[in-house]
């Protein structure tokens, strides 16, 4: 269950985009452990807000903290390696590699491979690859996909591609997970073993922080929900509350 720590804590972020205000003052604390739930309608702002947290876009307002650490003036590197994984709303996976090869992407992460004992071919940079080809072992079996390893990336189905991302993300061994809508494109019987994997995830201590369209798939599983209107936070709090509130129901849930 959520401790009462807060790993990432969002102050008074803001972006805009020339005239148009992505993110407006956005104030968000989640808990170490909990599933945080983010919904809204399109163009609410919930992409950006990921973008905002793994630093890929630099807020024009406000602070990002890890664990209670400004991560601001981070680069997306080093904020990845700080602890924060991420899935994308587009897949991006390495198409014409194998699964094994796109998740060991995550896991080099992690083992960190001293660049340059692989590039002389020394021992230790072999010990490195193994250490990083069992990490990446680990993340496909623990999201229940060990036999995709050898297949490449572009063939598989939708489904099995957006778990893959999430192998790979695992495989950076992450404080915090970043899914932007990973039941896009599923199928219902994918979507409850979407639901079965991140609630797994959330077992082993991780933090996962959910962009979701599928509102059933995010009220059955989270413990805490913000939704997002037009760059703003309409509502929060337990799910059972956000969705009685009557500008969510207005907003986002009547439509
Ligand atoms: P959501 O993920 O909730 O659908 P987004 O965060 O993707 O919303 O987008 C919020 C708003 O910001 C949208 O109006 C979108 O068009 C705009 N936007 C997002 N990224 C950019 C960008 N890089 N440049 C210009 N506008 C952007
Ligand atoms: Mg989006």
């Given at each position: ?156 189905s939708?489904g ?26 599923m199928n219902p019987t994918e979507r409850k073993m979407l639901g079965e ?59």
């Amino acid at each position: 269950s959520p401790g009462t720590e807060f790993v990432l804590e969002c102050r008074d972020v803001g972006k805009r985009f020339g005239g148009l205000v992505a993110v407006r003052g956005v104030d968000v604390s989640i808990r170490k452990g909990e599933i945080f739930a983010i919904i809204g309608p399109n163009g609410a702002g919930k992409s950006t807000l990921f973008n905002l947290i793994s630093g890929t876009v630099k807020p024009d307002s406000g602070t990002v903290a890890l664990a209670g650490n400004s991560i601001n003036a981070l680069r997306p590197h080093a904020i990845a390696k700080a602890g924060i994984a991420r899935t994308f709303q587009l897949i991006r996976l390495f198409s014409a590699v194998t699964v094994l090869e796109n998740v060991l992407v995550g896991a080099d992460l992690r083992i960190a491979v001293n660049p340059v004992l692989t590039a002389l071919g020394l021992p230790g940079a072999r010990r490195a690859d193994m250490q990083a080809i069992a990490v990446a072992d680990a993340a496909l079996s623990f999201c229940g996909i060990a036999h995709l390893a050898p297949l490449l990336a572009g063939s598989l189905s939708y489904g099995d591609q957006r778990r893959v991302e999430i192998a790979r993300a695992l495989a950076a061994a992450p404080k915090v997970l970043l899914l932007d809508e990973p039941a896009a494109g599923m199928n219902p019987t994918e979507r409850k073993m979407l639901g079965e994997l991140v609630r797994k995830i959330r077992v082993t201590g991780v933090t996962v922080v959910i962009v979701e369209h599928d509102v059933n798939l995010v009220m059955g599983i989270a413990d805490a929900v913000l939704v997002l209107e037009r760059g703003a936070v309409i509502a929060y709090g337990k799910p059972e509350t956000v969705q009685r509130d009557r500008r969510v129901i207005e907003a986002y849930l009547g439509r």
